[in-house]
Nanobody, 120 residues
Framework: QVQLVESGGGLVQPGGSLRLSCAAS????????MGWYRQAPGKQRELVAA???????NYADSVKGRFTISRDNAKNTVYLQMNSLKPEDTAVYYC??????????????WGQGTQVTVSS
């Protein structure tokens, strides 16, 4: 089974920065896309940023210019650099990955989430 583990969340003041990491492990043959989602209390989970195997990226309008997604294919790890953080960014951030295992089956996995709190 493919597992994702997020890290890097925490408490930061408005305008500060955090870098989230998500490492995928397990029977991974290939990963087509990895992404970051977030869910604030009382709100639905939303896509923050995604990156394909080829390096194409997509961002939510609310984070464009502030967040940067990147990946290290050799480590099966995706990162989210979060700058100029706002209180509205407060949420649980989840990592997602889609791909195929060595057994030839598709997978779609989620991490356990990491809390990001932006507050003065």
């Amino acid at each position: 089974q493919v597992q994702l583990v997020e890290s890097g969340g925490g408490l930061v003041q408005p305008g500060g920065s955090l870098r989230l990491s998500c490492a995928a492990s397990g029977s991974i043959f290939s990963i087509n896309v990895m992404g970051w989602y977030r869910q604030a209390p009382g709100k639905q989970r939303e896509l923050v940023a995604a990156i394909t195997n080829g390096g194409s990226t997509n961002y939510a309008d609310s984070v464009k210019g502030r967040f940067t997604i990147s990946r290290d294919n050799a480590k099966n790890t995706v990162y989210l650099q979060m700058n100029s953080l706002k209180p509205e960014d407060t949420a649980v951030y989840y990592c997602n990955a889609d791909g195929r295992t060595w057994l030839g089956t598709k997978f779609g996995s989620w991490g356990q989430g990491t809390q990001v709190t932006v507050s003065s």
